[in-house]
């Protein structure tokens, strides 16, 4: 299908979303919106995707939504949000976000939706909702804290101000930085990696980390052990095993 506000490509089962209104420094609108989910959506359906990686094009990752932009003439506007993060988080398989440039507002509550971001040396980050008398509408006020921690996670929120990207490194922000030109061939490196692991056991370690953060202790491990043993009963366990056996590179199908 084509878009005109991302592309999407997909390849050796890496499925790669690239955030496509640059001159606009890929602000969210209606169209991207409704474009990305629709990505999102077919991607759920493709059996050949095992890994996703998503960026933008131009200098930034993506400055936010319309209402979150202090200089437009007209009055911001709440109703101008057009959630999106829902549907990256939706999807089962690892999500790689290469952050290519500032991740703002609505932008890093898109980023934070994605389980591994690695950012160019060049980006910031920050939520300014608060200066125009909002506050985060895309998940950012619950995936921030449980990725950073309430503190650090609070003073972003409160003070609206950005921070650069060693220091969302080291307060678990991103997972590394790159040199900007050194980014996108480091994400892919890893997303070819990921995309030759048995991809139904990459999905059950999505869904015991991800649902176990609302578990307790206890419950997060009986999940851990009910999908070790569902994994048993897969094709791809087998041809794992056989693999091993046979000091061979598995093929693994999904299945």
Request: proline share 4%; charged share 20%.
């Given at each position: 299908?084509?878009?005109?506000?991302?592309?999407?490509?997909?390849?050796?089962?890496?499925?790669?979303?690239?955030?496509?209104?640059?001159?606009?420094?890929?602000?969210?609108?209606?169209?991207?919106?409704?474009?990305?989910?629709?990505?999102?959506?077919?991607?759920?359906?493709?059996?050949?995707?095992?890994?996703?990686?998503?960026?933008?094009?131009?200098?930034?990752?993506?400055?936010?939504?319309?209402?979150?932009?202090?200089?437009?003439?007209?009055?911001?506007?709440?109703?101008?949000?057009?959630?999106?993060a829902e549907a990256v988080a939706a999807l089962e398989i690892p999500v790689i976000c290469a952050v290519n440039g500032d991740a703002l507002g609505q932008g890093l509550?898109?980023?934070?939706?994605?389980?591994?971001?690695?950012?160019?040396?060049?980006?910031?980050?920050?939520?300014?909702?608060?200066?125009?008398?909002?506050?985060?509408?895309?998940?950012?006020?619950?995936?921030?804290?449980?990725?950073?921690?309430?503190?650090?996670a609070l003073e972003m929120l409160f003070s609206g101000e950005t921070i650069d990207a060693q220091r969302a490194c080291e307060i678990g922000l991103i997972s590394a930085?790159?040199?900007?030109?050194?980014l996108l061939p480091r994400v892919d490196a890893m997303a070819k990696s990921m995309a030759q692991k048995a991809p139904v056991a990459c999905r059950y370690i999505k869904?015991?980390?991800?649902?176990?953060?609302?578990?307790?202790?206890?419950?997060?491990?009986?999940?851990?052990?009910?999908?070790?043993?569902?994994?048993?009963?897969?094709?791809?366990?087998?041809?794992?095993?056989?693999?091993?056996?046979?000091?061979?590179?598995?093929?693994?199908?999904?299945?």
């Amino acid at each position: 299908m084509a878009y005109s506000t991302i592309t999407l490509q997909i390849q050796d089962r890496i499925a790669r979303i690239t955030l496509n209104r640059p001159q606009s420094g890929n602000i969210i609108n209606l169209s991207m919106a409704q474009e990305l989910i629709d990505a999102c959506t077919l991607i759920k359906q493709a059996d050949d995707v095992h890994v996703v990686i998503l960026t933008g094009n131009g200098k930034d990752f993506c400055l936010g939504n319309d209402s979150q932009q202090p200089l437009k003439k007209k009055k911001p506007s709440p109703t101008e949000v057009f959630p999106v993060a829902e549907a990256v988080a939706a999807l089962e398989i690892p999500v790689i976000c290469a952050v290519n440039g500032d991740a703002l507002g609505q932008g890093l509550e898109l980023a934070l939706a994605c389980d591994i971001r690695i950012a160019a040396d060049t980006a910031k980050f920050g939520f300014t909702d608060i200066s125009l008398g909002f506050i985060p509408t895309d998940g950012g006020t619950q995936r921030l804290p449980r990725l950073i921690g309430q503190a650090a996670a609070l003073e972003m929120l409160f003070s609206g101000e950005t921070i650069d990207a060693q220091r969302a490194c080291e307060i678990g922000l991103i997972s590394a930085v790159a040199a900007k030109e050194a980014l996108l061939p480091r994400v892919d490196a890893m997303a070819k990696s990921m995309a030759q692991k048995a991809p139904v056991a990459c999905r059950y370690i999505k869904e015991a980390v991800l649902q176990g953060l609302d578990l307790s202790l206890a419950q997060g491990l009986r999940l851990e052990a009910d999908l070790y043993f569902l994994l048993h009963t897969t094709a791809d366990r087998t041809e794992g095993i056989k693999a091993f056996q046979q000091k061979r590179h598995p093929e693994f199908k999904g299945k």
